[in-house]
């Protein structure tokens, strides 16, 4: 029973602002940290061995979710887990300027993830006994928008403040501007010489010279330079960039390739599954006719340097990163290094930037790119101070504001022997709930299609269409994938707790599980009509986005009824944890199946495995009142 109170708070007051508190530290510690390194000069090697860990906390969770559901109360840890994360923030803020801070930063954002994800199970505990089963459901697509506002706050607006902090802190701004144009001749990439620097004005501050303000390429790239395929060509011109930006010191030097034992390792491991492949590719792969040929990107390669030597010993640093236009010109930033360190002997030599641009545009783009050198450890200090305080106003308010439900009571007076004994008592009450065969089952297949198919979306929409796909560029794919099914996505996650809350999980489970399968048909749709139209590739994603969301709230929902009882907040966690091995397992397999058997044949697949998402709800049992109002 839930207490009663006349001056009960609305679920308006605090639902959002605690959805939107749990996903800032998920997104500060998984996407912000990787901006932030790379921003900061740590290698790509090192940022993807260490931040990589990072994930752990939320994989590992279900086996502290016991403590947090016998020691105190849901409330108690929401708000202090809340107060914790924000010394945290702080912490990584003071850290950054010290000149070990890649060790230190890491080692608060490791301790960081763990408290977040305790923030989480408390915090999904807490919602389940604050509310009615009725304002579950009705909630549950609202607390599933914050949470995704928070993830676009947290990767966007915060990285753009940082940017603008570095952009008031440094040297004057130097800005490129690059035009692709589908109808210019293609003209062979070269990398520029000294001379073709503009002469610089040594007698102002010292400021950053590109080769050209403005340049101006083909979309479309030779199909061989000296009798070379162009391909062969640019790999071999980013390799020159490299090699001529470590040789000057621009760069830290990288490390490539693979040691030759791991080499060997893979090639003996790779012949019993080359042979499955191959099985797999003749008996069910897609018949298309072979590519005779491959078109490639073409390139794009500017010099930079600084206008005069630098007054002190420290080096001064640009970082080139992409300010507005079409994204479908981009720098290379996953195997170059588009920050760059001018100091007292190199400053007067020439680094170098590798642009690509997709091959796939249809009409004249422009991009525009700008170097900054401001602090960047200011400028990332006052980030994260800025979430600290946030941390601070949102742990007071949600002191103030959360309710104390009589189901949250504080558990006191427990040995630490009777606390152990409780803890293995939770795992083992989970296991012995009824239907558990079942429920596990449904939490590991309902999302069986949207795990593979979530994996290909983004290659399907970018692949050229004499590869199965639909060779859209990367700026179309940003505003379909990024901004339309986005869109689709939190719309069909509302409208699905509307519907819920209307007439409750048992009523609406088999027409969300529809929804989730037969939505996956607009790929199939898109797969085999490949000259379709831009808008209606996007009402085909906006379409199976919303079919998704709308379709994913009946498995939140199912995952709140069964995680019902004494330890629910544990055995939610537990739960989340079966939820992220379904999505996790299906998905890894979801590239290698789409390259053997194709698009077309990939996209059917998904629609045979729907028989498992509707299979395993004809043997769930849900109570018919849960989710309703109770009159």
């Not at 103030?400 to 022997?417: F, I, K, M, T, Y």
């Not at 139209?533 to 986005?545: D, G, H």
């Amino acid at each position: 029973m839930m207490e009663k109170r006349s001056g009960r708070k609305s679920p308006w007051a605090w639902i959002p602002t605690l959805y939107f508190a749990q996903g800032l530290p998920y997104v500060a510690v998984m996407t912000i940290s990787v901006i932030m390194y790379k921003r900061l000069g740590i290698s790509n090697t090192d940022i993807a061995l260490y931040t990589g860990w990072l994930y752990l906390p939320w994989v590992i969770k279900p086996f502290w979710s016991p403590f947090v559901d016998i020691v105190k109360t849901k409330r108690w840890w929401t708000v202090s887990m809340q107060w914790v994360l924000a010394v945290l923030m702080a912490g990584i803020a003071f850290a950054l300027p010290v000149p070990f801070f890649f060790q230190l930063t890491l080692a608060v954002f490791w301790l960081m993830g763990f408290v977040s994800a305790t923030h989480d199970i408390a915090s999904d505990g807490y919602y389940m006994l604050a509310l009615t089963e009725h304002e579950q459901s009705l909630y549950v697509g609202i607390r599933s928008t914050f949470y995704r506002i928070a993830t676009v706050a947290g990767q966007g607006l915060l990285v753009i403040v940082a940017g603008l902090i570095e952009t008031g802190t440094g040297l004057e701004l130097a800005r490129l501007t690059v035009v692709a144009d589908p109808s210019a001749q293609a003209a062979v990439a070269t990398i520029p010489r000294q001379s073709d620097i503009v002469a610089a004005d040594t007698a102002g501050e010292p400021h950053f010279i590109f080769t050209s303000s403005l340049l101006e390429v083909a979309s479309n790239a030779p199909s061989e330079v000296d009798g070379i395929p162009f391909k062969e060509y640019a790999a071999a011109m980013r390799d020159s960039v490299r090699t001529l930006n470590e040789a000057n010191g621009f760069v830290a030097k990288s490390e490539q390739g693979k040691p030759e034992a791991v080499a060997a390792d893979e090639a003996q491991g790779g012949e019993a599954s080359q042979r499955f492949t191959a099985w797999v590719k003749e008996w069910f792969g897609e018949e298309r006719e072979p590519v005779t040929g491959d078109v490639a990107d073409n390139i794009a390669i500017v010099g930079v340097r600084l206008s005069k030597k630098p007054t002190t010993s420290e080096p001064i640093v640009v970082n080139v990163t992409h300010q507005s236009g079409d994204q479908s010109i981009r720098l290379e930033q996953n195997l170059l290094s588009s920050r760059l360190e001018f100091n007292q002997d190199n400053w007067n030599k020439t680094a170098y930037l590798y642009f690509e641009i997709d091959h796939k545009l249809k009409s004249r783009a422009e991009a525009t790119f700008v170097g900054t050198s401001g602090n960047v450890p200011f400028a990332w200090s006052v980030v994260f101070l800025s979430l600290s305080a946030f941390f601070l106003a949102v742990a007071i308010y949600h002191g103030c504001v959360l309710p104390h439900p009589a189901a949250d009571e504080q558990r006191q007076g427990r040995s630490a022997s009777g606390i152990m004994k409780e803890f293995a008592g939770t795992f083992v009450s989970f296991f012995q709930k009824k239907q558990i065969w079942v429920a596990v089952a449904f939490m590991l297949l309902y999302r069986l299609p949207e795990a593979q198919l979530v994996k290909m979306i983004s290659p399907f929409l970018l692949d050229p269409i004499d590869k199965g796909g639909l060779g859209l560029s990367t700026g179309e794919v940003g505003l379909v994938y990024g901004t339309i099914g986005i869109i689709g996505l939190t719309v069909g996650g509302i409208v699905g707790g509307l519907a819920a809350a209307r007439g409750g999980l048992k009523r609406w489970l088999l027409p969300m599980a529809w929804s989730m399968s037969l939505t996956c048909l607009t790929f199939v749709y898109l797969s085999y009509n490949q000259d379709c139209s831009l808008l209606v590739v996007n009402a085909c994603v906006f379409i199976e986005q919303f079919g998704y969301g709308f379709g994913f709230t009946a498995y939140m929902l199912y995952l709140i009824y069964f995680s019902d009882g004494k330890h629910k907040t544990a055995h939610y966690a537990i739960c989340t944890g079966f939820m992220a091995l379904g999505m996790m397992l299906p998905g890894m397999a979801a590239g290698w199946l789409q390259e053997t058997i194709g698009y077309r044949h990939f996209f059917l697949w998904t629609m045979i495995c729907c028989v498992a998402t509707i299979g395993v709800c004809a043997f769930v049992k849900i109570d018919p009142k849960f989710g309703q109002k109770h009159t």
